[in-house]
Nanobody, 116 residues
Framework: QVQLVESGGGLVQPGGSLRLSCATSGFTFSRYAMSWFRQAPGKERELVAAITSNGGSSNYADSVKGRFTISRDNAKNTVYLQMNSLKPEDTAVYYC?????????WGQGIQVTVSE
């Protein structure tokens, strides 16, 4: 079965960096686009970044452009989100997402907290 498992979250000070990883299994990773979403308390889940199957193209929410970078390693079946210059408003639960065989799959989510 398809599994997405996030890691790398935690508490960081404003201006700091974190790298999230999403290890996947159960599908041919290299054939599918991957995305990161986030959901802050009291807000709707929003798309943060997405990357094509071969990693050749990516797009970002305006709020994270220039600070976050999505990447993937098709040999390791893993997608990453490098987050730099973090702000308190980046605090949220971050989710890895894949649409595989027309079905939607989410990771369990991982907390990122940006605070003094």
């Amino acid at each position: 079965q398809v599994q997405l498992v996030e890691s790398g979250g935690g508490l960081v000070q404003p201006g700091g960096s974190l790298r999230l990883s999403c290890a996947t299994s159960g599908f041919t990773f290299s054939r599918y686009a991957m995305s990161w979403f986030r959901q802050a308390p009291g807000k709707e889940r929003e798309l943060v970044a997405a990357i094509t199957s071969n990693g050749g193209s990516s797009n970002y929410a305006d709020s994270v452009k220039g600070r976050f970078t999505i990447s993937r390693d098709n040999a390791k079946n893993t997608v990453y989100l490098q987050m730099n210059s973090l702000k308190p408003e980046d605090t949220a639960v971050y989710y890895c997402y894949a649409r595989v065989y027309y079905r939607h799959y989410w990771g369990q989510g991982i907390q990122v907290t940006v605070s003094e």
